[in-house]
């Protein structure tokens, strides 16, 4: 089975725990819920959540009718009345959200049987479909079918196995029937492949697929599927076939299998392989000799591990690792690349490590061909010069170009594949900008709230009144406290660094609340003259979103694709070369332009890559919204003809 599928955690309209127990024993057309009157303690676990119960009960029937007080208007903006269903927002929230959903539908409409498996019931398919994805979705393997019902209504009952050490119950009595896990507990943890059917060929291709363990999920069911990723090793693999094809004396020594990638010789009993990615595979090996192409590409260090111990009882093992530098500082790759700069630099002794680094210095100007030869011993050779002069014009003209030029033709590290924003270009314009000298101009904004635990960005231009199409920036950060003591974040001194100076504001807690940032942005637009913003679209924003609006403000919604997105981004690459964006210099704004990558459809329309970019970009994403929203109010140019006419010869 696959493991739980992980986002972050989402700003939820209605506690998920909350939800779960409406869906599953609420009335279909208001807040109200029916439980056993045994079962009070899903009322007490709904106050604990800060919701207020209204309950009104029933001696004849043993049954607690009640209101689960202030849900019923979310409820109907989240198309819920008389149309039960978990919303997609719920189905992308983190693990840990969607279990307590589970543990509210389970409390209500859930069981548990004596040999241990769970069951679901509905009477509403479209709800019983989403409980079996919701499962899914969570790593439990179940069963979706239709329920005996004596005719009286269809229903469904989805059915799957728990154990003890993840409870899928909040309720006492229903959570202590869960079974314990045993060593022979394991038909709930894995799927067999029960039957094999011939079909006609069809054409086909292999895919890859950009995933630490190289596999994919695959239908509905989300059933793991291997990909073995063999095609990169493979080509060091056919360089050597080919030259033991050339050699008379090693031809003579070698057989070599093309049609299965094998090279091997009988007398020792040894061969030349390529290996798949995949290291779980890779276990029991007895390695002499091991050639990792491209580390720079490995997602996790676990194929290399897998190697090194495999050399463990050879007398003189050697392994070879060839790459271009990467971007990931994180990874196998530039833990080595630091390894042999250590062994360079004099700084680490290990004599059983060999290091060669070819690259430009530091200080070096990367579009100077003087420099190139550092990086590329074979130039002029198997590296035409000018096809490197050709590829460094391209990417002095577009930034986007401009990291791939300096990986894999200069091996150096950057941030992340495409860089979007020229950082020299980007300190040239900082300027100076003076939050009290902005009071009274007009301004518009634009908010992206992000994840709940991580950064939110507020940023504000202000077009000049001799030229509209100059702007000066004003930014606001948000960070739950949290964030700043957490091990696991690899930015927590720079945020600490900047908390210090003022450029991140702390939000006490692990979550952002809301209504800080809410409190800022009513606080601006009485500062400055605010004639609207822009906030992203997604579900999280729309209750802020509502109180904004009902406060006064003009708020629209704004997509992140690439047609809300393309005009904007256009705009902000033009203004940017012409040196019309004045940031201040903000040290917050800057780390995120350096981090911007982003996604080009085959129109070339642009937006912004959150998934690709190394690092927060949430605060350049909000300045290309607030640019948005002035674009739309600004003058059509006024055309050359319209001033002088046309000019006759």
Sequence with gaps: MADPLRFDPKPLPIDPYVLGVWLGDGRNNRGAIVIEKGDLEIVREIEKRGYAFSPHYSAKQNLVYGTILGIRTVLRQMGLIENKHIPDVYKMASVEQRMDLLRGLMDTDGTVTKSGECRFVSTCKRLARDVYELLLGLGFKAHIRPAPTNGR??????????????????????????????????????????????????????????????????????????????????????????????????????????????????????????????????????????????????????????????????????????????????????????YAAGILKGTVQDDTFFAYIATIDEGDDWADPKAWAKANPNLGVSVKLDDLERKCEKAKKLPAAQNTFLRLHLNVWTQQVNRWIDLALWDEQAGIVVEEELRGRICYGGLDLSSVQDITAWVLVFPHEDDPETVDVLCRFWVPEARLHDDHNRYRDQYRAWARQGYLKVIPGNVIDYSFIKAQVLKDAQTFRLVDLNIDRLFQSHQLAVELMEEGLTVVGMGQGFTSMAAPMKEFGRRLLARKIRHGGNPVLRWMADNVAVKQDAAGNLKPDKASSQGKIDGIVALVMALDRAMRHEQPRRSVYEERGILTL
Aim: net charge positive; with cysteine; hydrophobic share 40%.
């Design 153 to 338: 209504s269809d229903a469904w009952i989805i059915t799957f196995k728990a154990y003890h050490d993840r409870p899928v119950f909040c309720l006492s009595r229903k959570r202590e029937r869960q079974i314990r896990r045993n060593g022979l507990s394991t038909k709930a943890q894995y799927r067999w492949i029960v039957a094999v059917e011939e079909v006609e060929p069809r054409p086909a291709r292999c895919i890859a697929v950009d995933s630490p363990s190289h596999l994919f999920l695959a239908g509905d069911r989300l059933i793991p599927t291997h990909n073995t990723k063999r095609d990169q090793a493979k080509i060091v693999w056919d360089e050597a076939a080919n030259m033991v094809k050339r050699s008379p004396a090693l031809a003579k020594r070698v057989k070599v299998l093309s049609g299965k990638a094998n090279m091997h010789i009988t007398e020792t009993r040894s061969k030349f392989e390529p290996l798949g990615a995949d290291a779980d595979t890779l276990d029991g090996l007895n390695v002499h000799g091991a050639i990792v192409d491209e580390l720079h590409a490995h997602k996790t260090r676990a194929v290399w591990d897998v190697l090194e111990t495999a050399t463990g009882a050879r007398r003189q093992p050697l392994m070879f690792a060839i790459t271009t530098a990467g971007t990931d500082q994180n990874s196998i790759c530039y833990e080595l690349h630091e």
